[in-house]
């Protein structure tokens, strides 16, 4: 381990672009998302709070770390 990574912590945390099951609009989601997310399109639920990551419905096609 470098000293620059002890000092500045990699985030636990990342972005994720979930595929809709319903209409396939893909959208970005944050992957510890506080509120629920639903589809811009549809209006489906993408992704439901749990307390810590959040639950993903869609189909998950990327993730940014």
Same mark, same amino acid.
């Given at each position: 381990m470098t000293e620059w990574e002890k000092l500045i912590p $990699?985030?636990? =945390? =990342? %972005? /994720?672009? /979930? $595929? #809709?099951? !319903? #209409?396939g609009n893909e959208q970005m989601v944050y992957g510890r998302a506080v509120n629920r997310v *639903? #589809? *811009?399109v549809c209006g489906t639920e993408l992704a439901e709070p749990s307390g810590g990551k959040?639950?993903? !419905?869609?189909?998950i096609i990327? /993730? %940014?770390e």
């Open positions: $990699k985030p636990r =945390s =990342s %972005f /994720v672009r /979930v $595929k #809709c099951l !319903k #209409c *639903n #589809c *811009n959040a639950i993903i !419905k869609g189909e990327l /993730v %940014f």
